[in-house]
C-alpha cells in the first residue's frame, strides 16, 4: 500500500543503512547520491508541482527520471560526466528497490534501462620522470615545512595513492620499522591494500616523523597535517603540488603542462612502472587499487611501448578472473538529506 512517505522511508534506509553498511560505500560516494536526491527532490517541486514532502516512489518513473536529468543538464549547466554520475545514484536506488518493492520490478527495471550519456574520452596525462624529478626538487628542504611537503608529494608517487587516500592517512598506516617497508592505504568503498615503500621514501617519512613528535603522539594522528593540526584536505594537498608545480614550470615549461593535479601524479606513477616493465599489469592492478583489470588498461593503451602486450595481458585477465527510525524524527525530506553525514 502507497503512503505519502513511501519514498522517504525507502530513500531513508537506502541513504543510511544500505549504502554505507551493506554496500560499504565511501562517504564522497553517499555525499555525492544525497546531492542526486536533493537535486531530484527540487526538480519534482520545480518542474512537476510536486511538494518535496509529498514525493512517492510512484513519481520515481523513466518519464521523470529522463526529465530531471534534461533539467540538471540545461538548467544547472553540469557535464555530461556529472550527468552519469547522478543516473548512477538513481539506478542503484532502483536496484535497491528491486528488493524492497518487487510489486514494481517492471517500473525499476524502465529506469535501470535508461543509458549513460556518450562522454568524450580525455586522453590520459601524466608527466615524465624528469617532470616529477623536478617538482620534488622546489621544496626547501632547509625548512620544516619544505621537508614536509617533499615528505607528502615524494609518498603521493611513490605509492600512487588517490588524493582521498593520502589525506586519510594515520601513522598507524605506516610499517617501517624494519624491512620490507610498507603503508596501509584504504581506498573506495572501504577496500585497504599493502604498498611497498623505497628506502629512501622511508628515509623522508622517518625525518618527517622525527621532526614532528608532538603532532603525531597518537597512532591515530593524522600522518600529514595542517597548520591547526587537523588532516590535510584533498584542496589542502592539491594546493601544495600546485604550489611546487608552478615553480618547476617556470624553470621548465615544457616539462610540466599548465594544469596538474594529484590525479596525474597517480597516472604518472602508474605510467612509469608500466613503461619500465617493473610491473605486471595484474600487480599494476593491485598496487593501484583498482576493483578490475580493465580499468588498470587504460594505461596500456596510453604507453605505445608497453601496448600490445600490457593491452592483451589486460583483458586476457578480464575475461578470467540511515534508517527509517530517522526519517520518522524529521518529516522534511528535503532537511534530513541536507544533514545528513554532518
Known amino acids: ?51 518535496v514532502n509529498r514525493v512517492m516512489l510512484k513519481h520515481i518513473t523513466r518519464e521523470n527520471i529522463l526529465d530531471y536529468l534534461h533539467w540538471i543538464e540545461t538548467e544547472k549547466g553540469i557535464s555530461l560526466a556529472t550527468r552519469n554520475y547522478r543516473l548512477a545514484a538513481v539506478k542503484s536506488f532502483c536496484r535497491f528497490l528491486m528488493y524492497k518493492d518487487v510489486d514494481r520490478m517492471a517500473q525499476w527495471q524502465n529506469i535501470m534501462s535508461i543509458p549513460k550519456a556518450k562522454t568524450e574520452k580525455k586522453a590520459l596525462e601524466y608527466l615524465t620522470p624528469e617532470g616529477i624529478k623536478l617538482i620534488l626538487e622546489q621544496p626547501d628542504q632547509s625548512t620544516s615545512m619544505g621537508r614536509r611537503h617533499l615528505a607528502l608529494l615524494a609518498l603521493m608517487y611513490d605509492t600512487a595513492a588517490r588524493v582521498q587516500e593520502m589525506a586519510d592517512l594515520i601513522v598507524g598506516s605506516l610499517r617501517i620499522q624494519s624491512e620490507p617497508y610498507t603503508i596501509k592505504i584504504v581506498g573506495k568503498g572501504n577496500k585497504a591494500r599493502i604498498v611497498p615503500l623505497s628506502k629512501e621514501q622511508v628515509s623522508l617519512i622517518k625525518q618527517y616523523m622525527s621532526e614532528n613528535q608532538k603532532l603525531l603522539v597518537s597512532h591515530t594522528s593524522p600522518l600529514f597535517q595542517n597548520s591547526r593540526g587537523e588532516k590535510l584536505t584533498r584542496e589542502g594537498i592539491a594546493y601544495i603540488l600546485k604550489r611546487y608545480a608552478d615553480m618547476a614550470r617556470h624553470l621548465n615549461p615544457g616539462l610540466i603542462p599548465q594544469r596538474i593535479s594529484p590525479h596525474c601524479i597517480r597516472h604518472s606513477r602508474a605510467m612509469h612502472l608500466l613503461h619500465k616493465g617493473a610491473m605486471h599489469i595484474v600487480d599494476l592492478r593491485d598496487f593501484l587499487g583498482h576493483a578490475s583489470i580493465v580499468t588498470t588498461g587504460v594505461y596500456a593503451r596510453a604507453d605505445s611501448k608497453a601496448k600490445r602486450e600490457a593491452l592483451e595481458q589486460a583483458y586476457k585477465g578480464a575475461t578470467s578472473e540511515m534508517s527509517e527510525r530517522e526519517w520518522e524524527n524529521d518529516k522534511n525530506l528535503l532537511t534530513w538529506l541536507k544533514q545528513l553525514g554532518h
Do not use: C, G, W
Request: proline share 2%; charged share 25%; hydrophobic share 40%.
Open 1 to 51: 500500500m502507497m503512503t505519502e512517505t513511501d519514498f522517504a522511508n525507502r530513500l531513508s534506509s537506502f541513504m543510511s543503512e544500505y549504502l554505507p553498511h551493506d554496500r560499504n560505500v565511501s562517504k564522497h560516494t553517499l555525499a555525492s547520491y544525497k546531492v542526486a536526491f536533493i537535486d531530484f527532490i527540487i526538480f519534482m517541486e520545480k518542474q512537476k508541482s510536486v511538494n
